[in-house]
Nanobody
Framework: QVQLVESGGGLVQAGGSLRLSCVAS????????MGWYRQALGKQRELVAV???????DYSESVKGRFTISRDNAKNTVYLQMNSLKPEDTAAYYC????????????WGQGTQVTVSS
C-alpha cells in the first residue's frame, strides 16, 4: 500500500504564496501521473493540476498562471507552488497518484488545509 503525505498548508493573506509538498512511500516512477485536487466546503472536488511521468503538466483554468506543479524524483515528492492566492483558493488540498494520465486517483493523501484571507 502506497502512502502519500501532504504538508505545507496554512493561513495566508490574499496575494501571498504557499508551497505544498506530497511525499510518496514508493517511487513516483511507479505512477503514470500525479495530481493535486482541492475541495472547498460545500463544493465538489476539483482537479487543480496534473503532472505525468513524462513531465507534461495541465492546470484547471481557475489556477492557470498562478500555480505550478513539479516533482523531485529523487525525493519521491510532488510540489504545488501557489502564488497570487485568492480567497476562493481556500480548500482542503489533496495529493493523488495513479495510472490514469488525466485524473490520477489510485492513491490519496490525507489532505492539507489552505486558507486565504481577504
Amino acid at each position: 500500500q502506497v502512502q502519500l503525505v501532504e504538508s505545507g498548508g496554512g493561513l495566508v493573506q490574499a496575494g501571498g504564496s504557499l508551497r505544498l509538498s506530497c511525499v510518496a512511500s514508493a517511487s513516483i516512477f511507479s505512477f503514470n501521473a500525479m495530481g493535486w485536487y482541492r475541495q472547498a466546503l460545500g463544493k465538489q472536488r476539483e482537479l487543480v493540476a496534473v503532472i505525468t511521468k513524462g513531465g507534461s503538466t495541465d492546470y484547471s483554468e481557475s489556477v492557470k498562471g498562478r500555480f505550478t506543479i513539479s516533482r523531485d524524483n529523487a525525493k519521491n515528492t510532488v510540489y504545488l507552488q501557489m502564488n497570487s492566492l485568492k480567497p476562493e483558493d481556500t480548500a482542503a488540498y489533496y495529493c493523488a497518484m495513479g495510472m490514469n494520465y488525466r485524473t490520477p486517483g489510485q492513491y490519496w493523501g490525507q489532505g492539507t488545509q489552505v486558507t486565504v484571507s481577504s
